[in-house]
């Protein structure tokens, strides 16, 4: 058969509340045109983010059940630990409520002032907690991952000769190398299994712990299935599981790619760095085998673990990416290009040349594609990357419009609505004028900014 179909049916919903598009003008507007503003019942279809927003399996809610909310030696935390050690063969498992946490515990141990950390493209979360300690984050990603249309097929690569030159340069106040897979930022492109090792045996030769971000392993071990050679006929769990050998340590947001709608860990392998770590996390999260989570949300993330890395789950998964894409593309709407593994991101630096990147183009089309059709996405640009640490303002490398998609929520008819609202945007782009930000707080401003339409 040729239809890649939902491979689930669904047990119970969730009611859409439909609204016109006079009333979500006008709700954008009392939301200082900030989406992150938007109360979720306004939305018609909520692409914001993949982050917590999935549904979970029959079993996850019957694990929920078996939850065992003990303070300490929680038996939920023993069968999370386990799940997470099939896949990830790290020493020292320790849960947090969620992935910023893990990493603010890293940062605590690795970061601090004059320390210069490298990854392929730090999550806004993770350069945010390196910032703040004082340290500084570069992204050295590959050329062909800067460049919306290339085809290569692995565009979340670190560049090695960039990452040599660093290490060299950077010398001691390296603290780690990091690498994000897949490349959130980056439009949600792979990264391959030879890069993850060149990356970790440079790491090892220039003695720095290689820590990945691994919050979307499954989809990027499903890509190297798919693209990597030799990789063909090997299960997703024996792909996982040769990308995290390799490495010292891990942060997680369990939001992605374990279906939970809470949680993350740190994992180390060296037993000095996971002792800092509980301490710092016994004074911020919780004991170590809850980490502030509740004995049920560890049980649904050890089901998920298992559920994740299932083929028929990602080749549907993978493909609602590519349906959308190759609409948008007929559609003569620039969109990265190949599919990422969570998210559709249309280049609105291409799609609206006539806007300034410091009036913010994916903003712009962000804000109209709601007022269309109720459909929520999340600017990646210079919204969110614009400002520097040293006051300035500075385009960032691409103005993207990231559609994420929630896991196991949405059908192929709200795919095809949000092509349609991308037609009817393409008849009134060449309108559209860019924002300005007239209100903004010092870190990660793109969460509670607000905006003023430029009309000029
Ligand atoms: C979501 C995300 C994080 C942060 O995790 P939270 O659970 O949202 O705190 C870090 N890195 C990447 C790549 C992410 O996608």
Redesign the pocket.
């Known amino acids: 058969m040729k239809t890649i179909i939902e491979p689930f049916r669904i047990k119970s919903v969730e009611p859409i509340r439909m609204t016109t598009r006079a009333e979500r003008e006008a709700k954008l507007k009392a939301a200082d045109y900030n989406l992150f503003a938007l109360k979720s019942e306004d939305v018609i279809i909520d692409l914001l983010t993949d ?1 917590g927003t999935g549904a979970m399996s029959a079993e996850q809610w019957a694990a929920v059940m078996r939850g065992d909310e003990s303070y300490a030696g929680s038996p939920s935390y023993y069968r999370f630990r386990d799940s997470v050690q099939e896949l990830m063969p790290f020493e020292h498992i320790i849960p947090t409520h ?4 893990a ?1 603010a515990i890293l940062v605590s141990i690795f970061g601090g002032a004059g320390k210069h950390v490298p990854s392929n493209t730090h ?1 806004d ?2 350069r945010g907690n390196i910032e703040a300690s004082g340290a500084e984050a570069y992204d050295l990603v590959i050329e062909e991952g800067k460049d919306p249309a290339s085809l290569y097929p692995f565009k979340g690569n670190m560049d090695l000769g960039k990452l040599k030159a660093f290490l060299e340069e950077k010398g001691d106040s390296v603290p780690m190398v990091m690498i ?1 897979i897949t490349n ?1 930022a980056g439009g949600g492109q792979p990264v391959s299994l030879e890069n993850i090792r060149g990356v970790a045996a440079l790491a090892h030769e220039y003695g720095k712990p290689f820590i990945i ?1 691994g ?1 979307r392993f499954s989809e990027n071990a499903w890509f190297i299935k798919q693209r990597e050679e030799g990789q063909q006929d090997r299960s997703i769990k024996d792909i996982v599981r040769d990308c995290f050998s390799v490495a010292d340590g891990m942060t997680m ?1 369990a ?2 790619d374990a279906f939970g709608n809470i949680g ?1 860990w740190i994992a180390f392998n060296n037993d000095s760095l996971a002792e800092q770590a509980r301490v710092r996390l016994i004074q911020t999260e919780g004991f170590p085998t809850y980490g502030g989570l509740a004995g049920r949300d560890l049980e649904a993330l050890a089901q998920g673990l298992h559920e994740i890395i299932d083929e028929d789950y990602l080749r549907y998964r993978i493909r609602t990416n590519e349906y959308i894409i190759e609409k948008l593309d007929a559609l003569g709407i620039p969109v990265v290009k190949p599919a990422g593994g969570h998210a559709v991101f249309v280049d609105a630096k291409s799609w609206l040349p006539h806007i300034d990147p410091l009036k913010y183009p994916a903003h712009t089309v962000a804000c109209k594609l709601y007022e269309i059709g109720g459909i929520r996405s999340c600017e990646i640009g210079s919204v969110m990357f614009g400002r520097q640490t040293d006051g300035s303002e500075k385009p960032a490398a691409m103005e993207l419009v990231r559609l994420a998609f929630p896991r196991r929520t949405y059908t192929q008819s709200h795919a095809d609505y949000v092509v349609e609202a991308f037609e009817q945007l393409a008849a009134e782009k060449d309108q559209l004028k860019g924002f300005k930000i007239i209100r903004e707080p010092k870190l990660m401003r793109h969460f509670t900014c607000s905006f003023a339409p430029l009309d000029g």
């Open positions: 982050s969620q992935g910023r946490a990493e999550f979360t993770t994000t959130n971000d919050c947001s939001k992605k993350g």
